[in-house]
Nanobody, 121 residues
Framework: QVQLVESGGGLVQAGGSLRLSCAASGRTFSSYDMGWFRQVPGKEREFVAAISWGGGITYYTASVKGRSTISRAKNTVHLQMNSLKPEDTAVYYC????????????????WGQGTQVTVSS
């Protein structure tokens, strides 16, 4: 049974930092990209960041680039988010798929349950 388990969300003041983690289990993820999406009520789930299976290639959406760093150690992926803004408030979902960047969120193979990030102004 494949599981992606997120942790690290919470409430933080604007300008603060959070580190999200996602541990994947239940299969071999060596050929899978891993990444993060986020969603706010009433809006589509949007791409945030992704990292290739080998860890050598990373992708970021423009709004977090320069403020966030995605990293990976085998089946665990982390998202370090700095200089957080209220508009970063969302439920953050971990995803695993052979190709995340450029693919629709509807097509991801695996999802975590989500972790809430709330940034207060």
């Amino acid at each position: 049974q494949v599981q992606l388990v997120e942790s690290g969300g919470g409430l933080v003041q604007a300008g603060g930092s959070l580190r999200l983690s996602c541990a994947a289990s239940g299969r071999t993820f060596s050929s899978y990209d891993m990444g993060w999406f986020r969603q706010v009520p009433g809006k589509e789930r949007e791409f945030v960041a992704a990292i290739s299976w080998g860890g050598g290639i990373t992708y970021y959406t423009a709004s977090v680039k320069g403020r966030s760093t995605i990293s990976r150690a085998k089946n665990t992926v982390h998202l370090q988010m700095n200089s957080l803004k209220p508009e970063d408030t969302a439920v953050y979902y971990c995803a695993a798929d052979p190709m995340i960047y450029g693919s629709s969120w509807h097509k991801m193979d695996y999802w975590g349950q989500g972790t809430q990030v709330t940034v207060s102004s």
